[in-house]
């Protein structure tokens, strides 16, 4: 008999089996079909597989949707900043032509040969006011030739190169300006003081003088011709012991905005 | 946090950086700065490296520096020639002779160097002028007031960033110490 054992425990373990599987499969209507039972495995593992390659495939979609968006975005980006860099520029150009309009009227108006130049450096110092300009001999330009912007003058040249030159500013302490007052006529120095404003020198106590008065160039000294506007007077102060006014001026040219100015050429310049 | 500056030779090439870095701030203050700035509150940069240059090199291998810097500026300004050429140097100088004593061992002590030294270059420049005829009382003048500030901000500014630019004029001579083979 217990030669038997492997064959009767083979045979009851098979029928154990198919019981249980009778019974596993006994509350359905359907009976048990192997075929259904072996394609429900291999579903299941295709399930997976599908499912991991649709996951995958998913992810190289998206992975490239990314990536093309990302090109997209890049390339829209690009577009975007080149449209902002071309609007900027128009904006520019828009400003920059009512500034040379404003600089042409002044042309028209004066009558006056001048070439326009553009403010390439300003003085690294606070000490001293003077710019560079991008006109220099070649272009005709000499020294002491009066410098002009679209508000009234703004100095004179004092250093030239082939084709740059320095132009000292009215508001430097080394400048010093022959002034009429547009309104009375009275004359006096208008002198710079390295500040945003200066000095009108040399006003007699009892001349008319008034806060709001135009200042112009008289045309002496022979640099700058006569009734350029050169500013307003800005404070008038008496003081008891002086013989002259404090008169404190500010320039009609805001300095500090200064891009184009027009070089006033004249053949009688002092040097 | 302590820096540490010891005086050697420059090398060719240490000098050309130098040059060229001076003549880049150069070109921001006369360019870019003023654009956004006008009113000159802004570090002095070429200050600071001559400062770091008076305690990093021997008197003679940097005046011949400094006074291209001087060179460069009285170039670019519109002041009396020489003004600046002669400022530097003597900073250069005192830095130099004193750099025992300024050398300074903490960002702090450096500030306060920078600081000082600053408010030495204005002082100058101011004195300088005067010779040139320009009245002592001028930068006092109400009207100027917004030009002490300015100076001020400006000096502050240069204290304040001077750490900065020492630790980066420093790595540059690190680095080409180590490409040149020279010991830094």
């Not at chain 1, 949707?65 to 990302?70: A, D």
């Not at chain 1, 000294?221 to 050169?230: D, S």
Request: aromatic residues 12%; glycine residues 8%; hydrophobic residues 50%.
């Amino acid at each position: 008999m217990l030669r038997y054992w492997r064959p009767i425990l083979l045979a009851v373990f098979f029928i154990i089996f198919i019981v249980i599987f009778v019974r596993w499969t006994g509350g359905q209507k359907e009976a048990f079909n192997p075929a259904g039972f072996s394609m429900e495995v291999v579903a299941s593992f295709q399930n997976i597989v599908t499912g991991s390659a649709l996951a995958i495939e998913n992810f190289w979609r998206g992975y490239f949707y990314l990536v093309n968006t990302q090109e997209e975005n890049k390339t829209l980006r690009k577009t975007l900043a080149q449209f902002r860099a071309t609007n900027n520029g128009l904006r520019e150009a828009s400003l920059a032509n009512e500034r040379l309009k404003k600089l042409l009227n002044f042309q028209t108006s004066h009558d006056l040969p001048v070439i326009g130049g553009q403010v390439v450096a300003y003085d690294p110092k606070a000490w001293f006011k003077t710019i560079v300009i991008n006109r220099g001999k070649a272009d005709g330009l000499r020294i002491s030739m009066p410098v002009v912007a679209d508000g009234g003058a703004v100095g004179r040249i004092v250093e030239l190169t082939a084709h740059y030159a320095r132009v000292l500013l009215l508001i430097d302490y080394n400048s010093s300006i022959d002034t009429l007052v547009q309104r009375t006529r009275v004359r006096g120095v208008l002198s710079g003081k390295s500040a945003q404003t200066c000095e009108l020198k040399y006003v007699l106590k009892h001349d008319d003088l008034v806060r709001g008065d135009v200042l112009v160039t008289s045309g002496l000294g022979g640099v700058f011709p006569k009734g350029l506007k050169l500013g307003k007077v800005a404070r008038v102060r008496k003081i008891n012991h002086d013989l002259f006014l404090e008169v404190e001026a500010a320039p009609a040219v805001d300095f500090d905005k200064l891009e184009e100015v027009l070089v006033i050429l004249k053949e009688d310049s002092l040097l | 946090m302590e820096t540490r500056f010891r005086a050697q030779s420059l090398s060719y090439k240490e000098a050309m950086t130098y040059l060229f870095l001076g003549i880049v701030f150069l070109i921001l203050e006369t360019t870019a700065w003023s654009w956004v700035d006008p009113a000159h509150c802004r570090p002095n940069l070429i200050l600071i490296l001559i400062v770091y240059l008076g305690m990093a090199i021997p008197l003679i291998t940097g005046s011949i520096l400094i006074v291209c810097f001087g060179l460069l500026t009285d170039t670019a300004s519109g002041g009396p020639a020489g003004l600046f050429t002669i400022v530097y140097l003597l900073i250069f100088g005192i830095t130099v002779l004193m750099r025992q004593r300024l050398e300074p061992t903490t960002i702090f002590y450096q500030m306060i160097v920078i600081l000082l030294l600053a408010v030495l270059a204005e002082t100058m420049i101011w004195c300088i002028l005067s010779i040139y005829g320009w009245p002592l009382e001028i930068i006092f003048a109400p009207s100027r007031g917004l030009f002490i500030v300015a100076q001020g901000v400006s000096v502050l500014l240069t204290a304040f960033v001077s750490p900065v630019f020492f630790w980066f004029f420093e790595r540059i001579r690190f680095t080409n110490g180590q490409q040149t083979g020279d010991e830094v």
